[in-house]
């Protein structure tokens, strides 16, 4: 079955922590996102990448940061200068842009205690 | 500056009573609109793309419509299976991708 993984599933930081969030994808898509989401308001982009050793910053890239060194994943760490990690953390995967039809994974929620 | 607005924010309706959920946006050049599906605690699911005025794509009881300034989501006859959070997501000329906060559909038995 093709699709997107990511793990944890519940995750639990403490103040000053770094954690990184998982995502692997087998639908050799090209194209890789992360964004956050908080209760009431839309998903916001945090990085892309479309190229392998390639990414860009989103809109809310601050106290974030990415890798890219296989098609297949592309891991976010949440540093300790994210003042409010607590959220919804969601990978996608897409053909080749942005633009194309973006698959979702099942979702990794951060807990800062 | 693009943004989007989805109404109403939360929905509870009987099962088979039909209605319809509504994204408004303002962005340059729109260029298409997704729509998705969120349960609880899940990723989003891919329900359609739309890509000009006067386009419709329908789905067992779902079927969606785009104006120039507008979509809307239309469900008939919904089950409660049909409850979850309807994500609608336009993005512009310059590839920017924007979601809104979505409308929280209730379906009761």
Same mark, same amino acid.
């Given at each position: 079955?093709?699709?997107?993984?990511?793990s944890p599933k519940?995750?639990?930081?403490?103040?000053?922590?770094?954690?990184?969030?998982?995502?692997?994808?087998?639908?050799?898509?090209?194209?890789?996102?992360?964004?956050?989401?908080?209760?009431?308001?839309?998903?916001?982009?945090?990085?892309?990448?479309?190229?392998?050793?390639?990414?860009?910053?989103?809109?809310?890239?601050?106290?974030?940061?990415?890798?890219?060194?296989?098609?297949?994943?592309?891991?976010?760490?949440?540093?300790?200068?994210?003042?409010?990690?607590?959220?919804?953390y969601l990978c996608?995967?897409?053909?080749?842009?942005?633009?194309?039809?973006?698959?979702?994974?099942?979702?990794?929620?951060?807990?800062?205690? | 500056?693009?943004?989007?607005?989805?109404?109403p924010e939360a929905?509870?309706?009987?099962?088979?009573?039909?209605?319809?959920?509504?994204?408004?946006?303002?962005?340059?050049? /729109?260029?298409?609109?997704?729509?998705?599906?969120?349960?609880?605690?899940?990723? +989003? &699911?891919?329900?359609? #793309?739309?890509?000009? @005025?006067?386009?419709?794509?329908?789905?067992?009881?779902?079927?969606?419509? /785009?104006?120039?300034?507008?979509?809307?989501?239309?469900?008939?006859?919904?089950? +409660? &299976?049909?409850?979850? #959070?309807?994500?609608? @997501?336009?993005?512009?000329?310059?590839?920017?991708?924007?979601?809104?906060?979505?409308?929280?559909?209730?379906?009761?038995?």
């Amino acid at each position: 079955d093709g699709g997107i993984t990511q793990s944890p599933k519940y995750l639990f930081r403490k103040e000053g922590q770094n954690v990184t969030l998982s995502c692997e994808q087998n639908l050799n898509h090209d194209a890789m996102y992360w964004y956050r989401q908080d209760p009431g308001q839309g998903l916001r982009l945090i990085y892309y990448s479309q190229i392998v050793n390639d990414f860009q910053k989103g809109d809310i890239a601050e106290g974030y940061s990415v890798s890219r060194e296989k098609k297949e994943s592309f891991p976010l760490t949440v540093t300790s200068a994210q003042k409010n990690p607590t959220a919804f953390y969601l990978c996608a995967s897409s053909i080749q842009s942005s633009t194309d039809t973006q698959y979702f994974g099942p979702g990794t929620r951060l807990t800062v205690l | 500056e693009d943004q989007v607005t989805q109404s109403p924010e939360a929905l509870r309706l009987q099962e088979g009573e039909s209605s319809s959920l509504n994204c408004s946006y303002t962005v340059s050049g /729109l260029r298409g609109l997704f729509w998705y599906r969120q349960d609880p605690g899940k990723g +989003p &699911e891919f329900l359609f #793309t739309l890509y000009s @005025a006067g386009e419709e794509k329908e789905k067992e009881r779902l079927k969606a419509t /785009l104006t120039k300034k507008e979509s809307f989501l239309h469900i008939t006859a919904p089950k +409660p &299976e049909d409850s979850a #959070t309807y994500l609608c @997501a336009p993005w512009s000329s310059a590839s920017k991708i924007i979601f809104g906060s979505g409308t929280r559909l209730s379906i009761r038995p």
